[in-house]
């Protein structure tokens, strides 16, 4: 079974930036997409950005503009450029993983604090 790994996460100033990173434990057959979610107190989870096994990438409302998702397919890895960040994108972060066959993975999840 494949394990994710989040990275990155800390408090961080508004206006700061952070560089979240996801690393699987082993190569990935059928890999559909993998994306980052974050979930704050008292709120559903949501999408913040995924990419496809073809490299297409989507982002929610929120990122567009101001994050940037990528990977590194020899890493088995994807990474979050979070820059311009809000105290509103205080949140715990996820990675997840969705496959063609199988079931979703997801992360243990790391903390972002965005506050001065």
């Known amino acids: 079974q494949v394990h994710l790994t989040e990275s990155g996460g800390g408090l961080v100033q508004p206006g700061g930036s952070l560089r979240l990173s996801c690393a699987a434990s082993q190569t990935i057959p059928h890999m559909l997409l993998m994306g980052w979610y974050r979930q704050a107190p008292g709120k559903e989870r949501e999408l913040v950005a995924s990419?496809?096994?073809?490299?297409?990438?989507n982002y929610g409302a929120s990122a567009k503009g101001r994050f940037t998702i990528s990977r590194d397919t020899a890493e088995n890895a994807i990474y979050l450029q979070m820059d311009s960040l809000k105290p509103e994108d205080t949140a715990v972060y996820y990675c997840?993983?969705?496959?063609?066959?199988?079931?979703?993975?997801w992360g243990q999840g790391t903390q972002v604090t965005v506050s001065s």
């Open positions: 997840k993983l969705v496959v063609l066959i199988g079931s979703d993975t």
């Open positions: 990419i496809s096994s073809g490299g297409v990438t």
